[in-house]
C-alpha cells in the first residue's frame, strides 16, 4: 500500500507548477492569437499572488504571452483595469525605460451619478433574486459582451509608436484577444513583434518581465456598494462581493494594483 501511495505522492508534485515560469519556450507554428485555450494547454507557471495561470514564449518574430484565470475576483480586477505586460530589455525589473502595453481596456458606463445609485440599488435586488446559476450566467454574457466590444491597446515606451491607443487592428504587429470560455474562465493571448521591442531574433541576452493586474483606477467619483452591480460584471449573490468586512477588504483588492515580475531568455 505504500508504494502506490508514494507513486501518487510523486505524481502530485510532478504537476505542480512554479511561481514563476522558470524555462524559455519556443511557441507552436500553428499558434493563432485568437483568445483561446488551444496551444497552452499546460500552462508553464501557476503565480499565487495574481491568481494567474500563464506563459511567455516566443519564435523567431514575436515574443507571445498567454493568461489564464479562473477565479471571478481575479477576472473581475481584470475586466477593471486590464492587464499591463511590461517587458524592460536591459533586464531590469523596473518600469523605467521599459515596453508596456495594457489590455483590455473596458469602457464604464458613464451617466446621472443620482440615476446610477438607483439604477445599481435596482439591479442588485434583482440579482439577488434570481439563482446562483442566473448570474453566473448573466455574469458570463456581460463579460463576453464587453471583451467583444474592446477595440483599443494601451501602449507606452515604444519608439515607432507615437500614440498611447492603438487599434486591435494595428500595423504594427501587435496583438491581443482576451475571451471567456464556456467554462468561465478568462483567456488571454498576447504577441509583440521583436523589431519593435528592438530584440535581435536569437539573441541570448536575458530580459525582464512584469505582468500586472492594475485593478479599479482610483477617480475618486466612484464608491463600490454591497447592493451595486458594478458596470465590469463579476457581481455575485449580494450584487457585489458581499457586505462587512468581506466586501471591504474585496473593494480594498479590486484598486490594488497586484503584479510580479520574470526574467526570460528568447528559445532559439
Known amino acids: 500500500m505504500l508504494l502506490p501511495m508514494l507513486l501518487l505522492s510523486i505524481g502530485v508534485s510532478a504537476q505542480k507548477l512554479p511561481d514563476v515560469q522558470a524555462k524559455s519556450i519556443l511557441v507552436p507554428s500553428t499558434v493563432r492569437i485568437d483568445g483561446k485555450n488551444l496551444e497552452w494547454d499546460s500552462f508553464a507557471a501557476e503565480n499565487k499572488r495574481t491568481n494567474l495561470w500563464y506563459t511567455i514564449a516566443n519564435d523567431d518574430k514575436n515574443l507571445y504571452l498567454a493568461i489564464k484565470a479562473n477565479d471571478n475576483e481575479t477576472i473581475t480586477k481584470i475586466m477593471a483595469g486590464g492587464i499591463s505586460f511590461t517587458i524592460n530589455t536591459k533586464g531590469k525589473k523596473r518600469e523605467q525605460d521599459a515596453f508596456i502595453m495594457t489590455y483590455p481596456l473596458i469602457a464604464r458606463a458613464s451617466g446621472n ?7 445599481r440599488q435596482r439591479a442588485g435586488q434583482e440579482r439577488q433574486e434570481q439563482s446562483q ?3 453566473d450566467s448573466m455574469n458570463l454574457a456581460q463579460r463576453k459582451t464587453q471583451l467583444a466590444g474592446v477595440k483599443e491597446i ?3 515606451g515604444f519608439k515607432q509608436i507615437t500614440d498611447t491607443l492603438i487599434s486591435i487592428y494595428n500595423e504594427h504587429g501587435i496583438k491581443a ?3 471567456m470560455d464556456e467554462q468561465g474562465a478568462y483567456i488571454y493571448e498576447a504577441a509583440i513583434p521583436l523589431s519593435l521591442l528592438e530584440i535581435a531574433a536569437g539573441s541570448s541576452h536575458e530580459i ?3 505582468i500586472k493586474l492594475n485593478g479599479l483606477p482610483n477617480t475618486g467619483n ?3 456598494r454591497a447592493n451595486a452591480a458594478p458596470a465590469f460584471g463579476g457581481a455575485n449573490a449580494r450584487g457585489n462581493f458581499g457586505g462587512g468586512g468581506n466586501a471591504n477588504a474585496a473593494r480594498q483588492d479590486l484598486m490594488t494594483a497586484t503584479d510580479f515580475w520574470g526574467k526570460y531568455i528568447l528559445q532559439k
Open 154 to 156: 494601451k501602449v507606452l
Open 222 to 224: 466612484f464608491a463600490m
Open 208 to 210: 525582464a518581465y512584469q
Open 113 to 119: 451619478r443620482g440615476n446610477m445609485g438607483q439604477n
Open 177 to 179: 484577444v482576451a475571451k
Open 133 to 135: 446559476k442566473e448570474r
